[in-house]
């Protein structure tokens, strides 16, 4: 099946500093990506939907200045939590569609750790 | 808009015995609907969908469900449990093809008895 990765898979940061997480198709072309978010123990909950070459469409109550999104080619997107605050700490986990299949491949997931 | 409910947040089975986890949906279009396993720390692994074709739908590791209109509900069971299916369980709908955001449960937390 179509694998998807992520890089880094745990990073530690300050809080005050920026990080930036990737997500990766590695064998096929990802039209749209979805970045979602996983607090301890809960579900996961979407934060937003990213089409290459466009601009990122967020969910509501979700900071698009603090987490920026760049889908620059179909193979990667990444996400840029930027002035990281320890309730920013969480599972972050991407997900990528291709037309020609009707599900969505899960990335790894990156731990974030803000100190 | 989906939605979709798990009923149980963690659920205890013996090894060898059913194992079924529930999940209701509620949609305004004809939904797409999947579960996922996660196991500590990994992402999602998909274990099995439906996409409007067989309403009983076979996946991976013995697991199977099925997707009833009338009861609105995608029951995920398997007939004999393994120590292997403790894990996190998620369902999830999409009113697309794919293409657009998934909505998840709550999560069924699935412990084995030895």
């Known amino acids: 099946g179509a694998v998807v990765s992520q890089h880094p898979s745990r990073v530690i940061c300050k809080s005050g500093t920026s990080v930036k997480i990737e997500c990766r198709s590695l064998?096929?072309?990802?039209?749209?990506m979805f970045w979602y978010r996983q607090f301890p123990k809960q579900s996961l909950m979407l934060m937003a939907t990213?089409?290459?070459?466009?601009?990122?469409?967020?969910e509501q109550g979700v900071e698009k200045d603090k987490f920026l999104i760049n889908h620059a080619s179909l193979t990667l997107s990444t996400l840029t939590v930027t002035s990281a605050h320890p309730e920013d700490s969480s599972f972050y986990i991407c997900?990528?569609?291709?037309?020609?299949?009707?599900?969505?491949?899960f990335g790894p997931g990156t731990r974030l750790t803000v100190t | 808009a989906q939605s979709v409910t798990q009923l149980g947040s963690h659920v205890s089975v013996s090894e060898g015995a059913l194992v079924l986890l529930r999940c209701n949906y509620s949609?305004?279009?004809?939904?797409?609907l999947f579960w996922y396993v996660q196991y500590p720390n990994q992402g999602l692994q998909l274990l099995l969908k439906?996409?409007?074709?067989?309403?009983l739908v076979k996946g991976i590791n013995g697991f199977e469900a099925e997707f009833k209109k009338s009861e609105t509900s995608f029951h995920l069971t398997k007939p004999s449990a393994h120590m292997s299916d403790a894990a996190e369980y998620f369902c999830?709908?999409?009113?697309?093809?794919?293409?657009?955001?998934?909505?998840f449960g709550t999560g069924t937390r699935l412990t084995i008895i030895p």
């Open positions: 997900s990528a569609h291709t037309p020609t299949v009707d599900e969505q491949y």
């Open positions: 064998d096929f072309q990802a039209t749209t």
């Open positions: 990213s089409n290459e070459g466009s601009k990122a469409t967020y």
């Open positions: 949609s305004s279009v004809p939904p797409y």
């Open positions: 439906y996409t409007s074709a067989a309403t």
């Open positions: 999830a709908v999409t009113g697309n093809f794919g293409n657009e955001k998934l909505t």
